[in-house]
């Protein structure tokens, strides 16, 4: 069945970097867009970051540009979120989330999800 299990997640001083992972199974990952989303406590979702299937092309919203990084490693079924220079407002739960489409910050039109990991900095 289709899994992703994302890791990589916990506490870390303002300013500090993780590097979360997200392992794809179950499907084709090399033809799916691939994307990060957070959500904090009572709201709904948010846009993180969004790579294409081949790696050409990343999305960023704009409260992380310059501090994350989004990439994938098709033979490994792995994509990933380097963040860096972390902030208190950053606190939250991350999913990666696999795009059939090209659809960047539309949550909607993404059809897997992972359970999340939480990201904890401390200011």
């Known amino acids: 069945q289709v899994q992703l299990v994302e890791s990589g997640g916990g506490l870390v001083e303002a300013g500090g970097s993780l590097r979360l992972s997200c392992k794809a199974s179950?499907?084709?990952?090399?033809?799916?867009?691939m994307g990060w989303f957070r959500q904090y406590p009572g709201t709904e979702r948010e846009f993180v970051a969004a790579?294409?299937?081949?790696?050409?092309?990343?999305y960023y919203s704009d409260f992380v540009k310059g501090r994350f990084t989004i990439s994938r490693d098709n033979a490994k079924n792995t994509v990933y979120l380097q963040m860096n220079s972390l902030k208190s407002d950053d606190t939250a739960v991350y999913y990666c989330a696999a795009d059939p489409w090209w659809s960047g910050p539309i949550s909607n039109d993404y059809e897997y999800w992972g359970q999340g990991t939480q990201v904890t900095v401390s200011s």
């Open positions: 179950g499907f084709t990952f090399s033809s799916y867009a």
């Open positions: 790579i294409s299937w081949s790696d050409s092309s990343t």
